[in-house]
């Protein structure tokens, strides 16, 4: 069948089919069918296949797309979270709300709050031009749109070449970095940037106490082995197990996980034999969730481990891809309510 293109916007391809893919909305039609102007505007050069695309899941690649705010230094975000980039449209100014917000646009039936990423991650303000261009995209189950200064290409990358930010960096939006035609590409934390805005709301994503999961009977003798890159996420992980009474160990990315259960199962004194289940980001500099799930069950002493995939791809995030990486469950972020039980499940089950 011929691939499908967005008038007047880039679509990103989606892992899987697009008949299938739940992003896939608005007004496709098949690019066959495009004028020349429209196929331009679609940069139909930066695309593969959708197989391409979806056999990167668990080969421990991924594709970010690059971009840039004010200035020449060139961001990255993975496309997999990536619905479309357009031109940027009018926006609507609304009172009283946050700074990083530049309004709203009706995009595809829809109101999105458009975010200035350059504000919320250097304070200064993207300046205006029509050059300007809008990142649809979903992150933890809702739908919001970056405004960055323009995009430029989507590049293959393998996660072993992207690396944690530099320690001096801490407190910055970053989860990572890459090295790309010899230059230092950053990936942005939008999960930093989203929890600030949540907070400035007053919206707070903490366990409620109404729910009857906190302090869980038997927690205490159980533990946790939680992976994740984002700060935020790791926080918010953190906070739920305390809740709920289990102990933890938090690292920040699946290599160093992986590292942590090997060097657990030669060590009788380690948490190995209280370890309830692992929690798991995807995406994660070194080693991804997928890869670090494959590794695990192909590890005598290790592939009994319980795997919980706990993502940010929200809607688009692909279950065929977890069953065949053989992981335990997917939970998409961030619901501290039904984390927390899918952590009591796995208690009641491993209770005598």
């Known amino acids: 069948m011929p691939w499908l293109a967005w008038v007047c916007a880039i679509p990103v391809p989606p892992r899987g089919s697009l008949s299938n893919h739940k992003s896939c909305k608005g007004f496709p039609v098949p690019a066959d069918e495009l004028d020349e102007a429209t196929r331009k ?204 009474g289990v102990e933890y160990t938090l690292v920040n990315d699946g290599q160093s996980a992986y590292e942590t259960l090997q060097a657990w199962e030669k060590d009788s004194s380690s948490p190995f034999k209280r370890l309830a289940m692992v929690i798991s980001d995807i995406e994660m500099p070194r080693m991804d969730g997928y890869s670090l799930t494959t590794a695990i069950r192909g590890e005598e002493g290790l592939k009994h481990i319980h795997v919980l995939l706990h993502t940010s791809l929200s809607g688009m995030f692909n279950k065929s891809m977890v069953q065949r990486v053989g992981a335990n469950d997917f939970l998409p972020k961030f619901h501290p309510d039904e984390l927390a039980g899918l952590v009591v499940a796995r208690l009641d089950a491993l209770a005598p």
Request: proline content about 3%; hydrophobic content about 40%; cysteine-free.
């Open 41 to 244: 505007g679609t940069m139909s050069g930066i695309m593969h296949t959708v197989d391409q695309r979806t056999n990167l899941a668990g080969s421990n690649r991924m594709e970010l797309l690059l971009f840039r705010m004010n200035g020449s230094q060139v961001f990255g975000i993975n496309v997999f979270k990536v619905r479309e980039v357009i031109v940027s449209p009018p926006l609507v100014k609304m009172p009283k709300s946050h700074t990083i917000v530049r309004g709203v646009a009706h995009i595809r039936g829809k109101t999105i709050s458009i975010f200035d990423l350059s504000q919320a991650t250097t304070g200064r303000a993207l300046a205006e031009s029509a050059g300007n261009a809008v990142i649809i995209t979903e992150y933890n189950r809702s739908v919001q749109g970056f405004l960055v200064a323009g995009v430029d290409r989507i590049v293959n990358v393998n996660w072993q070449d992207v690396l944690p930010p530099p320690q001096n960096a801490a407190g910055a939006y970053l989860t990572a970095v890459a090295k790309v035609d010899g230059k230092m590409v950053q990936i942005v934390d939008v999960e930093k940037v989203l929890d600030e805005v949540n907070r400035a709301g007053g919206v707070q994503l903490e366990l409620q106490d109404s729910t009857g999961l906190s302090q869980h009977e038997g927690a205490g003798q159980y533990h946790i082995l939680v992976a994740d890159d984002s700060v935020v996420a790791r926080n918010q992980i953190k906070r739920t197990l305390e809740k709920i």
